[in-house]
């Protein structure tokens, strides 16, 4: 088991920036591959970026290439989502996901572990 709680989430102007951090605590936080979703009401939860156990392979939503950057600190046992540009389209609550196998996959189905969500409010 891992158990997974985000943080840096917030009130930001358009065009600003957050970095969102996921905590890990239980087992050892390299042995999983990590993901960052997001969901807003009445919607399916949205890929947004995944990364490899050692952090050599990522995975991103078109939505948001050239946009965000996906990290991690496996010594920190801490996953970051840094978020540039942002629009009120990024307006949502932004969760945290573990998967054992190390593929960065985009299906929400594919992980098994989730944090509780932090919520991303992008102002106009």
């Known amino acids: 088991q891992v158990q997974l709680v985000e943080s840096g989430g917030g009130l930001v102007q358009a065009g600003g920036s957050l970095r969102l951090s996921c905590a890990a605590s239980?087992?050892?936080?390299?042995?999983?591959?990590m993901g960052w979703f997001r969901q807003t009401p009445g919607k399916e939860r949205e890929f947004i970026a995944a990364?490899?156990?050692?952090?050599?392979?990522?995975n991103y939503a078109d939505s948001v290439k050239g946009r965000f950057t996906i990290s991690r600190d496996n010594a920190k046992n801490t996953v970051y989502l840094q978020m540039n540009s942002l629009n009120p389209e990024d307006t949502a609550v932004y969760y945290c996901?573990?998967?054992?196998?190390?593929?960065?996959?985009?299906?929400?189905?594919?992980?098994?572990?989730w944090g509780q969500g932090t919520q991303v409010t992008v102002s106009s």
């Open positions: 990364i490899s156990r050692s952090g050599s392979s990522t």
């Open positions: 996901a573990a998967r054992v196998l190390d593929i960065p996959t985009m299906f929400t189905f594919q992980y098994s572990y």
């Open positions: 239980g087992r050892t936080f390299s042995s999983y591959a």
